[in-house]
């Protein structure tokens, strides 16, 4: 167990739905990320919240809307979604300050499949 | 441009035999380096790191190695056991957006441990 935890592990859903995944982490951090994890791809940085402000948005298609409550919680709601957008989506939390360089710990990840 | 990237795909050992991963990086900027194992089914899991001003740092079993002439980052795994068979990823530390530092992951190489 790393201290982040993302719900739900797996998930079906068509091109017309509507779904959200969250991700909570335990370790009292203050920046939050979304990658994504395509086979035979290096990881993807999506987005990045820093105390609950996005500071990094990396080109990601609206289709893809994060949200982060508090520095303990982030989502990633999906809507109209590919099946090129089928892969594994990973969560990760740092302690983010200036100057510092920081490790990130990662969630098990969801595994998407776009149908 | 800038890319972190791996020289092997695919390492093949016997178990008990010593194992290295190589990384190659391009960015001479970049200040701090992290190795993650990924198994099946689960996140990266932070293994070892080390900071541009170290050449070699050591944990249970693991040692990195920094080359920062050649730009070039290795991982050895002492006594490689089954357990040990995963895919290694190395990342490197840029700065991103606002504050925050933004890895950048290779490819991966899938490690596989013969018994």
């Known amino acids: 167990e790393t201290g982040v935890t993302q719900t739900p592990r797996h998930l079906v859903m068509g091109m017309t739905n509507k779904k959200s995944l969250k991700c909570e982490q335990h370790?009292?951090?203050?920046?939050m990320y979304w990658y994504k994890q395509s086979a035979k791809k290096p990881l993807e940085l999506m987005f990045v919240?820093?105390?609950?402000?996005?500071?990094e948005n990396n080109s990601v298609p609206s289709r893809f809307s994060p949200e982060c409550p508090n520095s303990s919680h982030l989502f990633l709601h999906l809507h109209t979604l590919q099946p090129e957008d089928s892969a594994l989506y990973l969560c990760?939390?740092?302690?983010?300050?200036?100057?510092?360089?920081?490790?990130?710990?990662f969630g098990p990840g969801t595994r998407l499949l776009v149908l | 441009g800038e890319s972190v990237g791996l020289h092997l795909p695919t390492l093949s050992v016997q178990e008990g035999d010593n194992s290295i991963i190589n990384c190659a990086y391009s960015?001479?900027?970049?200040?701090?380096f992290i190795w993650y194992k990924q198994e099946s089914g689960k996140g990266p899991q932070f293994i070892i790191d080390?900071?541009?001003?170290?050449d070699k740092r050591q944990g249970q079993r693991v040692t990195v190695l920094l080359n920062k002439t050649v730009k070039h980052l290795s991982l050895q795994i002492a006594a490689t056991q089954p357990g040990d068979s995963a895919v290694y990823f190395c990342?490197?530390?840029?700065?991103?957006?606002?504050?925050?530092?933004?890895?950048?992951f290779g490819k991966g190489t899938l490690l596989t441990v013969n018994p």
């Open positions: 080390i900071r541009s001003n170290m």
């Open positions: 990342a490197e530390n840029m700065i991103g957006g606002g504050s925050n530092y933004k890895l950048t």
């Open positions: 960015n001479s900027a970049s200040d701090y």
């Open positions: 990760a939390s740092s302690q983010a300050s200036p100057g510092a360089q920081e490790t990130q710990y």
């Open positions: 919240y820093n105390f609950k402000e996005q500071t």
């Open positions: 370790l009292g951090h203050n920046a």
